[in-house]
């Protein structure tokens, strides 16, 4: 053989090399067909569970929630079902040509759509509407639009509506109170959801209902005090009061002295609870209960009340008044001289003048003990949420001037709800009682008659 054939011999590989490889391909092989076997045969109850952490959900159930009646049963707050329309948006978009029909039945341009489903593209929930009458629901779902699904909720309706607004209060869209009763009574009027156990498509439609169920517990109801026929009829009086006068607003209050119980509480302006876009700031606020205010000469019945008590005078005494005299630098007068006045005929004239020589004898303690004893600087029991305390300032701050204007009541402030209750007090041979605006559960405990 010639020497360049020797040199360009190919030396041939070892044979173990070849069974390295071919060994290393097996083992491969082996662990690939047991793991197969394991998750295939031995480990289908976790496979199943995987699956179904991608397809069982649990659903809210909503509760509905309790009814606000007035003292005969009749309804001043109440829910209905509703139906609320809401998207997977990536699914409603790849069916184009059912925006049209679904923007119409949804009462909006296919540009907003289209707009709205676009933002939120990524999102597996998107309310499109909310609160739908049944009727207007199912023509949603007539379109046969993918997904787009109804989710039962609940609306809150006011019978009386501006009428009781402000006692009563409102909800916001998701059922929760936000004014009045409904928020300070929130919790026991809400309820509590329940849920149930589905199985859902990868678009989120529900292919399966599970036989797990935990049923709502429905919220409780509230009955009140109020008479919503006197409430009606104080509603419409002073808001006709208000608008003949050019007033900037006013306030009724309706008592029952021997209980303490208020049958109607009426202010103007109001708001319809049923139009949330109507709303002014202005009318949401229960003013008998957080306007304050001097009550001036309201409270001389009071005063002359706690003069007869304390002995330092009786019915037929008599007090010599000139029309006007001076304390201090003040000058305390009445619209004419009514000359000498008896505890009726102060009441009658509304004198000034006699008011400020009966404060000035009872003194600055007597006559701020005696207002306290009516309840003034302190809420009045009602329970209503927001109720002020009023204005009225420790005696040993009051000279003279103080003492004097206080007995025609000037130089203090008092809310309706103090002042119908001291009124109420009067009424009732003396008994001060606690307010009530609402009657058995749900009412918070109230301290005894004093």
């Known amino acids: 053989m010639s020497r360049r054939s020797e040199n360009t011999k190919l030396t041939a590989p070892p044979r173990w090399r070849a069974h390295f490889v071919l060994g290393l391909f097996g083992v491969f092989a082996v662990v690939l067909a047991a793991r197969a076997f394991d998750l295939q045969v031995l480990d289908q109850a976790f496979l199943a569970k995987e699956g179904d952490k991608r397809h069982l959900r649990t659903v809210s159930v909503p509760a509905g929630r309790g009814v606000i009646k007035d003292r005969n049963g009749e309804p001043l707050a109440l829910s209905a079902p509703t139906e609320s329309v809401w998207a997977v948006p990536g699914a409603v978009l790849e069916a184009p040509e059912k925006l049209a029909p679904l923007a119409r039945q949804l009462n909006m341009s296919v540009a907003d759509l289209r707009k709205r489903l676009e933002n939120y593209k990524s999102r597996q929930f998107l309310y499109l509407r909310r609160q739908l009458a049944p009727a207007d629901a199912r023509a949603v779902m007539a379109v046969d639009a993918p997904g787009i699904f109804l989710q039962r909720e609940y609306k809150r309706y006011y019978p009386a509506g501006e009428a009781a607004a402000q006692i009563v209060g409102m909800t916001n869209i998701d059922g929760r109170g936000q004014e009045g009763l409904e928020l300070d009574r929130d919790a026991y009027l809400h309820g509590e959801p329940g849920s149930r156990r589905v199985v859902k498509d990868r678009v989120g439609r529900v292919v399966e209902d599970l036989a797990e169920f935990n049923p709502p517990q429905a919220g409780h109801d509230l ?63 229960a003013r008998a209960a957080t306007d304050v205010m001097e009550p001036g000469s309201t409270v001389k019945p009071l005063l002359l009340s706690q003069a007869l008590d304390s002995g330092l005078y009786d019915t037929d005494d008599v007090i010599h008044t000139k029309g006007w005299f001076m304390v201090g630098r003040l000058t305390v007068k009445d619209f004419r001289n009514y000359g000498d006045v008896d505890f009726a005929k102060i009441l009658q004239k509304s004198s000034n003048v006699g008011a400020a020589h009966v404060g000035l004898e009872m003194g600055s303690e007597n006559v701020w003990k005696g207002y306290k004893e009516f309840g003034f600087g302190d809420i009045t029991g009602s329970g209503f949420p927001g109720e002020r305390f009023g204005v009225l300032n420790d005696f040993y701050e009051w000279n003279k001037v103080e003492t004097a204007t206080a007995s025609y009541g000037y130089g203090m402030a008092v809310t309706a709800f103090q002042l119908i209750r001291a009124y109420g007090a009067i009424a009732d041979d003396g008994m001060l009682r606690s307010l009530r605006l609402i009657l058995g559960k749900g009412a918070d405990m109230h301290p005894p008659a004093q």
């Open 223 to 285: 009955r009140l005090t109020i008479d919503s026929r006197m409430q009606y009829l104080a509603y419409r009086h002073i808001k006709s009061a208000v608008i003949k006068n050019d007033a900037k607003g006013g306030m009724v209050v309706m008592l029952d002295p021997a209980t303490g119980e208020l049958r109607a509480v009426a202010s103007y302006p109001s708001f319809n609870p049923n139009d949330r876009g109507s709303i002014d700031a202005s009318g949401v606020r």
